[in-house]
Every structure is written in structure tokens, then in C-alpha cells.
């Protein structure tokens, strides 16, 4: 058998210090969610619960309207999700693709904008949407969050990567730039899509800022919003808390895996042309 290396064996150990500091607090925040409440602040702590609560999963959804709340996180995100990958990449094939005047300089100011902090806008997108009528609604929701300059910029790395000579041999074929975007562009972008979706919902996902500004009932919140009605004003019980998160992370989770494939590709790609 190959000898290995001391060196190989540090780097080992090294990669699996960095897995086990990642994995503990959710095993920790699973364990936590599984104890009666007496049980979360007892010293020293217990890891392992000596008698696992089931009961704290049920306790959350039949106090709390959670499944309200995983409604309209799911709404929220989904449409969110696939309006930003709609809008994202018909503006990243005219940046990379379209030839018109002031292409490079227009990109640049657009992104540009991505150094201005999301707090400076929630003032005055809150006094358009008011003025809209769409305060407290999913267009309120959604519709400020789907054209981000993230993903322009992420499609259209993908799309450079692509050769020219494809595109070129379809326009002499009689194809237009809209079937050349929809038939040749996007299957062979299929890993940055993905990779964008996973990024897109997580952060729509985890949104608090923006729902707890946007939103005045309990009918339209979200789930980040609804985890924050676990917490109590003078106690806490952190076992509820900690099973309310243990669900709202479940989706992200199974998202993830789903596109885990395509999202390592996808990040492999969008970074190798300019």
C-alpha cells in the first residue's frame, strides 16, 4: 500500500476539525429542539437529550399559525427564485451577447450598485410600495427583490463562457437572438441557473429586514418573522425555538441537495472568463 504522508494526514485532520466546527451547532440546535424545557439550561450541558420531546414539534405548530407562515415563506421564495432567474439572465444575454453603444459602461454603473447597502433603498422602496397600494402584500414581498445585481453578474460570466461559433452558426441557420437565448444559451448554462436558484432562495428564505418592514399582519408573515414570536418577552423556551428552526431549515436543506450537483458546477463556471 501507497505510504502516506504526515502532511497528508494534518491536512485530514484539518478537514475534519473544519466539518466538525460547522456540523456541531446544527446537530447541537437539533439536540436542543428534542429536550424538555427544564433541560436547556441545566450545567454541565447535555448533548444528547435523555428523553427526546417529540411533543416540542407540535407544540409549535398548534400554538403558533407556522404553517401559515411556511405558506408564504414558500410563496415568497419560490416566485422570488424564479423571477430573479427570469429577469437575470435576459438582462445578462444583452450584456454579453447584444452589441449596442455604451454596453460596458452601462454594466459597470449597474453594478456599481451592488456597493450601496440594501438598508440606504428600504426608505424609499417602503414609501413607493405604500403609495402603490401594495403594503402587507406579496407584491410587496416579491417584486423589490427580484431584480438584483448578483445575478446579472453571475449569468453573465456564465454566458461568456459559452463559444461564439455556436451562436453564429444559428443566426446563419435564421434564428433570432430570442430562440438563440432560449435554445442554445440557456441548456448550456443549466449549472449557474441552478446555482443561482440555491443562493436566490436561501437569501429570500432568511429575509427578516424586509417582511418585518413590509408586512403589518400575521396573515402575510413569513417564517423568519414567526420564529420570532417563539421568543417571549421575559423567558424563553429556547427547546421551541430551537424546533421551529429545525424546521424552517428543512427546505433550505432539501433545496440544496437537490441542485448540489449542478450549484458546484455551476460556481466552477461562472468564474472562468472575465
Excluded at 234 to 241: A, C, D, I, M, Q
Excluded at 246 to 258: K, M, N, R
Aim: hydrophobic fraction near 55%.
Amino acid at each position: 500500500m501507497k505510504k502516506i504522508s504526515l502532511l497528508t494526514v494534518l491536512k485530514y485532520l484539518i478537514v475534519l476539525l473544519g466539518c466538525a466546527i460547522m456540523v456541531l451547532p446544527f446537530l447541537w440546535m437539533v439536540s436542543t429542539s428534542l429536550k424538555a424545557r427544564g433541560a436547556t439550561m441545566v450545567f454541565p450541558p447535555e448533548f444528547l437529550p435523555k428523553t427526546p420531546m417529540i411533543e416540542n414539534y407540535q407544540q409549535v405548530i398548534e400554538r403558533f399559525p407556522m404553517l401559515i407562515f411556511m405558506k408564504n415563506s414558500i410563496i415568497v421564495s419560490l416566485v422570488t427564485t424564479v423571477g430573479t432567474i427570469i429577469v437575470a439572465s435576459m438582462a445578462a444575454y444583452a450584456f454579453a451577447r447584444m452589441r449596442f453603444k455604451g454596453r460596458n459602461i452601462l454594466f459597470l454603473l449597474y453594478l456599481s450598485t451592488m456597493m450601496i447597502p440594501s438598508q440606504v433603498i428600504m426608505i424609499p422602496q417602503f414609501i413607493l410600495l405604500k403609495n402603490l397600494g401594495w403594503i402587507d402584500s406579496y407584491q410587496g414581498l416579491i417584486l423589490p427583490n427580484i431584480f438584483g445585481v448578483f445575478g446579472v453578474f453571475l449569468m453573465r460570466q456564465a454566458f461568456l463562457t459559452i463559444p461564439t461559433e455556436l451562436e453564429e452558426a444559428a443566426f446563419m441557420d435564421g434564428a433570432n437572438h430570442w430562440t438563440v437565448f432560449t435554445k442554445v444559451d440557456l441548456p448550456l448554462v443549466k449549472p449557474t441557473i441552478a446555482t443561482l436558484f440555491v443562493f436566490t432562495f436561501m437569501q429570500s428564505w432568511n429575509n427578516y429586514l424586509w417582511p418585518l418592514i413590509v408586512t403589518s399582519s400575521r396573515e402575510m408573515a413569513t417564517l423568519p418573522l414567526g420564529l420570532s414570536l417563539l421568543q417571549g418577552r421575559w423567558s424563553t423556551n429556547w427547546n421551541l425555538v430551537m424546533a421551529g428552526v429545525v424546521i424552517s431549515v428543512i427546505p433550505i436543506l432539501a433545496v440544496y441537495l437537490f441542485a448540489q450537483k449542478y450549484f458546484i458546477q455551476g460556481m466552477t463556471m461562472s468564474g472562468m472568463k472575465e
